[in-house]
């Protein structure tokens, strides 16, 4: 099998493919869970359709991002899919220490009103 003109062996593909499905599904999951108990908290507005709608749009940019710069964009020709793996982990980096900071300032402040 060649995945970018490369030759790589179809069991090392399923199982990085696997791994980086599971690890960032894992990671947007918890993201989820942070974000929901922080509007809880703040006094936001849970209602389940505005969750809805919220998930709904969010599929909506990932797909249409992903057909315009991966499919139409060609960069599925430009970067190899191990670096495509690997690129999103520094912003879920930094997405992660905003999601700590951030559930640590609501708590102080929902704990000192």
Do not use: C
């Amino acid at each position: 099998m060649t995945l970018n003109g490369k030759p790589v062996d179809a069991s090392d593909a399923g199982a990085l493919s696997f791994f980086f499905a599971l690890h960032y599904g894992i990671f947007t999951l918890v993201h989820g869970v942070f974000a929901f108990v922080m509007a809880f908290l703040a006094g936001g507005d849970l209602h389940p359709g505005m969750w809805l709608l919220a998930g709904l749009t969010l599929a909506l940019s990932h797909v249409g991002s992903l057909w315009i710069n991966w499919y139409d964009g060609g960069e599925r020709w430009r970067v190899s899919a191990t670096t495509a793996m690997w690129q999103p982990y520094p912003r879920m980096l930094v997405l992660h220490v905003a999601i700590i900071l951030g559930f640590g300032l609501v708590l102080r402040w929902v704990g000192s009103a």
